[in-house]
């Protein structure tokens, strides 16, 4: 999926990134496995997240459309199905943080020394932000398609449509959330990372 991503948007980056563009499209091509790393929590809090909450919504219409009234059991056992949803979300959002922050941090010395090879900070922290543009692009689309294998059947069991009524403004929802957490993530760790001095850095990582 990264080597895809990298054919995909490797020369759009190029073309209107400068250099940070340029670095951005090389470090996707050639560091394909470690960026895998970084895509797959996108995808599984993306899947995740848009699954679980759709098929949920999609019973709650279900269950409307039939004109059931929930029972106080039910509203219940709905109560819980929510919350273990938010507690699977709110891990897999976790995951995407600890495992950014973590692939980030380990590419201070590579950063160092692009500083000493004569770019700067804010060219630094472009190409980071870049490449994050692409990662996050490739897991959310990912994400997404790997979302319909659950949520079609279960469209076509509960209201004998593959396409449900609900789920647009939720996968927006998750996909603002995706967004928010692997760029905050990511340049978060970019930025603390280019505080310290490039030699020292570089130096320090060496040792």
Do not use: C
């Not at 789920?167 to 505080?195: D, E, P």
Request: glycine share 10%.
């Amino acid at each position: 999926l990264v080597r895809g991503g990298a054919r995909l948007f490797g020369g759009l980056l190029e073309r209107v990134g400068g250099a940070s563009g340029y670095l951005a499209a090389h470090n996707l091509r050639r560091r394909a496995p470690q960026m895998a790393r970084a895509v797959m929590p996108v995808i599984v809090f993306t899947a995740i997240a848009t699954g679980a909450i759709v098929m949920q919504a999609i019973e709650n219409q279900a269950t409307e459309a039939a004109g059931l009234a929930e029972t106080a059991s039910e509203k219940t056992i709905e109560t819980l199905n929510f919350v273990v949803v938010g507690m699977i979300a709110v891990f897999a959002a976790i995951m995407v943080i600890n495992t950014l922050v973590t692939a980030t941090t380990g590419r201070r010395r590579e950063l160092a020394q692009q500083r000493l090879a004569g770019a700067t900070p804010a060219g630094a922290l472009a190409t980071v932000g870049l490449e994050s543009v692409v990662v996050l692009v490739v897991g959310v689309a990912a994400g997404s398609l790997a979302s319909l294998a659950t949520i079609v059947p279960y469209s076509i069991a509960r209201t004998d449509s593959p396409v449900p009524d609900t789920g647009l403004g939720i996968w927006l929802v998750v996909v603002g959330t995706a967004v928010a957490l692997t760029l905050g993530s990511t340049l978060g760790a970019a930025r603390r990372a280019l505080r310290t001095p490039a030699v020292e850095a570089a130096g320090a990582t060496a040792a």
